[in-house]
């Protein structure tokens, strides 16, 4: 794709989804700097293009080429630590991170902010205080690129980070005990991935994990009907893309809230789910270690 494609392609979508050059670009870039990425004039290699892109829902049309190769290498270290955490090899984790951070300045912002969010959730969270301390990081963090963020100010337009650092802050109200804060963040995330993103594959990836995490939120709140309505849908979305390692998680949610709104048909429908998901459980499963007995107290304690 050459620069004058790719300049056409972002001008016509913003036309179409009709917005300003500045909203888009906004802690990105300048507007005069958009509006050379428009007319093609514009570094191939900038980090900026993709983060661009992604605001406007072209999310996983990012060609290598956009990237230079100190990029590259960084995203993919940090993937590695990653992946370290997930697997519970936090010493490895930290020896990765900090073997990156002697180039922290010379980082893009993108990857400054990958860098920033791992690094924080390396960090303990157990009490309140260690809570507010993640919260702040994770404000930090979205400010380099959404400078006029607040809880109640959320960006208007998203990177793939941004929404995922939302993700984080929304989950951090959570354990601080603001539960509506955290279903405003992740309904706001939700409305933006099913109005802007293109690739409906890639949306349905996303939305699936936030259908996931706000019906949770929604049915600890005591909003049962919301909750079985989100919950639904994680589960169309995790059948959509086959994406069996959260496809319980999501069905477990919509069977413990039928259960406690218990209309009629409620329990029958929230049985037949809860033992489905035993099924699909495994060791890939989401939460593999603690979902079999959720479910199996379900069944016991309201389902049998």
């Not at 300003?20 to 007319?39: D, H, L, P, V, Y």
């Not at 514009?42 to 100190?70: A, C, H, Q, T, Y």
Request: proline letters at 3%; one cysteine or more; hydrophobic letters at 35%.
């Amino acid at each position: 794709m050459t620069k004058s494609e790719i300049g056409k392609l972002i001008k016509n979508r913003r036309e179409e989804i009709g917005v300003k050059q500045a909203e888009i670009c906004a802690g990105i870039c300048s507007a005069s700097t958009m509006s050379r990425i428009e007319a093609g004039e514009f570094d191939i290699s900038s980090d900026i293009l993709p983060m661009i892109l992604e605001r406007i829902g072209l999310v996983g049309i990012i060609l290598e080429e956009m990237l230079n190769e100190s990029d590259i290498y960084v995203r993919e270290k940090i993937r590695e630590a990653n992946r370290a955490k997930c697997n519970g090899n936090i010493d490895k984790a930290w020896a990765i991170v900090d073997g990156l951070s002697d180039d922290y300045e010379s980082f893009s912002k993108a990857n400054k902010q990958r860098y920033d969010v791992l690094s924080t959730l390396l960090l303990p969270a157990r009490s309140e205080k260690e809570h507010k301390s993640r919260l702040f990081s994770f404000e930090k963090s979205l400010r380099m690129t959404s400078k006029d963020y607040r809880p109640d100010n959320l960006p208007p337009f998203m990177t793939s980070m941004e929404i995922q650092i939302i993700g984080y802050i929304a989950v951090t109200y959570a354990f601080l005990n603001d539960s509506e804060m955290t279903i405003r963040m992740l309904s706001h995330t939700k409305a933006y991935i099913e109005r802007f993103y293109v690739t409906k594959s890639t949306a349905y990836e996303r939305l699936s994990t936030i259908c996931y995490n706000l019906s949770k939120y929604l049915g600890l709140a005591g909003r049962y009907d919301e909750c079985i309505n989100t919950a639904r849908q994680g589960v169309e979305y995790c059948n959509t893309i086959d994406d069996i390692p959260l496809l319980p998680n999501c069905m477990y949610n919509l069977a413990w809230a039928l259960a406690r709104r218990n209309d009629r048909g409620d329990k029958e429908e929230a049985k037949e789910l809860a033992e489905e998901a035993l099924v699909y459980c495994n060791p890939k499963t989401i939460n593999a270690k603690t979902l079999p007995n959720s479910i199996r107290r379900l069944i016991n304690d309201y389902l049998s």
